[in-house]
């Protein structure tokens, strides 16, 4: 589905595929009764454009070993790469109402063993930048040319484990690696200038000798511009910090503290937070 | 210079320059020990390519292997076994078990063998933890013949692993042609009056105690497990249906190890009594080796007590 995104890009597009996976990560969310819908829709941006726009990959083939990986270090965003895999054609739509039903393959943290085309399992936060620099390190020492892509959640970033991999990655100028903060400054405490503050949040990651780039993680053209400028950098690793907005696009949870894990009790609660979405949208599982 | 005059640490060291010969995935990792573990520089100097020290940092080192093993490489990372268990124990259940990720932990200068550097360094837990961890298999060599083999079978199988090395030089029990396979425990002594179960560093002292028992005229069934998971069940509950007694032991705590197996096994197939020898529950401390056997009673002479009493 959108393959004519895949082949001439279009913003206008782009937008309808965001407006689908907003309704999509929301209805998966609602139907399993609960689960991290903030954090996932601050990136559906960043999502679609690395899979439509920016990554190589095979969705026949997860495992082509010529791909780009991807590494949602943040696994708790699970939904919002479930929703890139399955309308890439990974797997059926289908899947996608089963989100942490009983004997599911789509787990609310993402699970390389579980799920066609996660290429590390994460969720357990801090690990993820550290897999992601090994998967960099192994396709340097085979002279691969294909990039890894680390996606770091801001609250995340708390772990020491995260600044042990900036600082090996810089020093060893990995720069098949990729990393993109999501900067929706919010964690579940609080903001993350009330819990742990990242400020100055570009000047830490330059001083591990990463090149940095901030990037308005809503905004196609910026997105497209940094991330292909990141890809560029050669003699270091790059960080995108990604300015962006804790369930963007959600009236009911957007901006807030609260919209890291939510629970929808019934269906007054679901329609609450499709209502929310502010659009129309069709059933994509060919249900009613 | 054959491989049991060498310390096992070099043994390491060495057997991990064949295996990169032999395949050039396989990959030595180190977090500021290397050389501790052997590998700096007999690894970081032949194999530059195959090295990667990732300074102080053991979960990153963790992370990394991990994201090594998802691109089909065969990382080795060894550390103290304080630092490759309890310190790293969620990166290694999430990043290497959880996700099946062929990860080899290595785990050197076990127990009571960390010595000067006493209780913070002392690690009583660590097969007791990697025991626990699904997926994870937890290998405890004897000697440098075994070490070889069980390397061998290592970077051959897709297996998260734990394997647990002694640094020093340790007495020669096996030879080249030794083939190991985790399924089977090591008959080292046959008897019929008792049998002692051992791994990796005490089975030296096992096999000296038996030697004490049998000038008693005691004989000691000796059976060594080079892997505690998997655990082999049919060569204990074969020996503990013949001698009735069932003395374990092992160079870190009763709790959850060798003798928690031990344990396991018999309560359900072959209700057998069973004295657990090793650290009861206690913390380390700066001490020779004999002040910690006998403190806690667990050196070839405890081991002979335990088998006359029980």
């Known amino acids: 589905m959108y393959e004519e995104l895949l082949e001439s890009w279009s913003n206008e597009k782009a937008d309808e595929l965001a407006k689908e996976f907003r309704f999509v990560i929301t209805d998966m969310i609602c139907r399993s009764g609960s689960g991290h819908i903030g954090g996932a829709l601050s990136l559906v941006e960043t999502i679609i454009s690395l899979y439509w726009r920016i990554m190589k990959v095979n969705p026949k083939e997860p495992r082509w070993d010529g791909r780009d990986r991807l590494i949602l270090s943040k696994g708790h965003a699970g939904p919002v790469l479930y929703a890139a895999l399955a309308y890439r054609g990974y797997f059926p739509m289908q899947w996608l109402t089963t989100l942490n039903r009983d004997g599911t393959w789509l787990p609310s943290h993402v699970d390389q063993i579980r799920t066609p085309g996660v290429d590390i399992t994460a969720g357990s936060l801090g690990q993820g930048l550290s897999c992601a620099l090994g998967a960099a390190i192994a396709g340097k020492m085979d002279g691969k040319d294909h990039n890894v892509f680390c996606i770091v959640g801001d609250g995340e970033s708390d772990e020491g484990q995260v600044w042990e991999a900036a600082m090996f990655a810089g020093h060893r100028k990995i720069d098949n690696l990729i990393a993109i903060t999501d900067y929706n400054k919010m964690q579940i405490d609080g903001t993350t200038d009330e819990v742990v503050t990242l400020e100055p949040i570009v000047d830490k990651w330059r001083a591990f000798n990463w090149e940095v780039f901030e990037m308005d993680g809503h905004d196609w053209d910026d997105i497209n511009m940094k991330i292909s400028a990141a890809i560029a950098v050669k003699g270091k690793p790059a960080m995108i910090i990604a300015h962006t907005i804790k369930g963007m696009g959600n009236a009911a949870v957007e901006g807030q503290v609260g919209s890291h894990n939510i629970k929808i009790g019934d269906k007054t609660a679901y329609e609450k937070y499709i209502k929310a979405l502010g659009y129309e949208c069709r059933l994509p599982y060919g249900e009613e | ?310």
């Not at chain 2, 490489?73 to 790293?88: D, G, L």
């Not at chain 2, 990166?91 to 990720?101: G, P, R």
């Not at chain 2, 080899?104 to 550097?117: D, H, M, Y």
């Open chain 2, 1 to 310: 210079m054959s491989w049991h005059e060498m310390e096992m640490r070099t043994v390491y060291a060495k057997t991990l320059n064949e295996l990169i010969a032999e395949n050039p995935d396989v990959i030595s990792l180190e977090a500021d020990l290397g050389k501790a573990s052997g590998t700096f520089p007999e690894v970081s100097s032949k194999n530059p390519g195959n090295f990667i020290d990732v300074g102080v940092a053991e979960a990153n080192m963790i992370g990394i292997s991990a994201g090594l093993a998802s691109e089909g490489k065969i990382p080795f990372a060894a550390t103290f076994t304080c630092f490759a268990s309890r310190r790293v124990y969620d990166q290694i259940y999430i990043s290497c078990a959880y996700a099946n990720n062929n990860v080899k932990i290595v785990g050197t200068a076990p127990g009571l063998t960390q010595g000067s550097n006493g209780g913070t360094h002392m690690d009583f837990t660590d097969m007791a933890i990697m025991r626990a961890m699904p997926n994870m298999h937890v290998y405890a060599p004897a000697d440098a013949y075994e070490l070889r083999a069980v390397m061998k079978h290592m970077a051959k199988t897709k297996q998260p692993t734990y394997l647990q090395l002694i640094r020093s030089k340790e007495p020669r029990l096996f030879d080249d042609n030794y083939v190991f396979n985790p399924d089977k425990a090591v008959i080292l002594r046959e008897g019929s009056d008792v049998t002692i179960v051992s791994t990796g560093y005490m089975t030296k002292s096992s096999l000296k105690a038996a030697d004490m028992l049998a000038a008693d005229g005691i004989m000691a069934e000796v059976l060594h497990y080079p892997s505690v998971k998997p655990f082999d069940e049919i060569a204990l509950v074969a020996s503990a249906s013949k001698t009735r007694k069932v003395v374990s032991v092992e160079n870190q705590t009763i709790i959850g190890g060798l003798g928690g197996a031990v344990c396991e096994v018999l309560s359900e197939k072959c209700p057998t009594r069973v004295k657990r020898l090793g650290i009861p529950d206690k913390f380390g401390e700066v001490a020779t080796e004999k002040y910690l056997y006998d403190k806690h009673g667990f050196g070839p002479v405890n081991i002979v007590e335990a088998c006359k009493s029980i």
